[in-house]
C-alpha cells in the first residue's frame, strides 16, 4: 500500500465518519497491511480521529466551529478552544497554530472557533464584531455547552488559546466567565475588555513579540480602521497579577525576534502552561 493512497483512505474514513456520525475505532474498517514507513503508520493511525464541523443559528449570525478528538482520550478529556486572529478565519487557527498532533499526544480536544466577518468583540476591538455588538461570550459559552453534550469534557480543564484579536477575546472571556475557564494564552493579543472583574482566578500566559509592530509590546493607537488604543502586554500581565493574587499565575513571556506571528512553538507552549494550571 503506498503512501498516496493510505492518505486518501485516511480522508475518505473522516468524510465517511463525519456523514455517518462513526465515533469511534470501532466504526471503521480496519487496514490489515504490514508496513514500515512511520508516515504511512501515522497516516492510517489518523483515520481513528474525529473532525467535524458544527453549526447553529445565534442572534441570527450563523456560526460554527470546527472540532478535533483524536482517538484514545480519557474519559474526562481537556478543552482547548482555539481562537484565530483579526481577518482570520478557523482555518488559519487550524493551519498555524498546529494544535493537532499535541492533542494527539496531550490526550486533549480542540476546538477551532470561528469569528464573526473576521473579528472578535473583545471589548475595545474589534471590527464588525465590535460595532455590531455581537455576543462572542454567548457565542463561547454554547461552544463549551455542545461539546460538553457530546463529548467527555474535564470542567476543570477547558482554556483558551488566541492570536491577537483572538487572544483579546481570550482576555474578555476569562473576564467574564472566570468559572468556567481555567487559564488563557494570549499571542500578540492584550486586554481588551471594558471592565474586568473575575470571579476566580484565572491564569494568564501573555506571549509577546518585541518586534510586533501590528500589536506593540508597548501598547499603540490605532487611527485607522480599528480606531483603538491598545494595552500593552506589561499593562495586562500586572492587571491578571493584581487580581489573581498568589491564587494563580499571570506570566509574560518576551521574544527578540517575533513579529505579529503565531510562534512555531506556540502550542506547545500554550499546553505545556494548560497542563499544569487546571481550575483549583
Known sequence: ISFANAVFATATAVRLRGGLGLRDEHDVVGLDVAVNDAALVDAIERIRDLREDVFWVQDNRRRTYRIFVPHGLPRSAPLVIAL????????????????????????????????YEGSWDAGLCCGRAKTGRVDDVGYLDALITRVQATHPIDPRRIFLAGFSNGG????????????????IASFAGPLEATTCRPGRPVAVLQVQGLADRTVPAAGRVHDGELRTRLRSAQVTVRFWQHVDGAAAPARLLLRARLGHAWPTDGAALAWAFFAANPQR
Open 84 to 115: 484565530a486572529g483579526y481577518r482570520q478565519g478557523l482555518q488559519f487557527a487550524q493551519r498555524e497554530q498546529r494544535w493537532a498532533r499535541l492533542a494527539g499526544v496531550g490526550r486533549f480536544i480542540v476546538a477551532y472557533a470561528q469569528s
Open 168 to 183: 483579546m477575546m481570550a482576555h474578555r472571556y476569562a473576564c467574564e466567565r472566570a468559572g468556567v475557564v481555567a487559564a
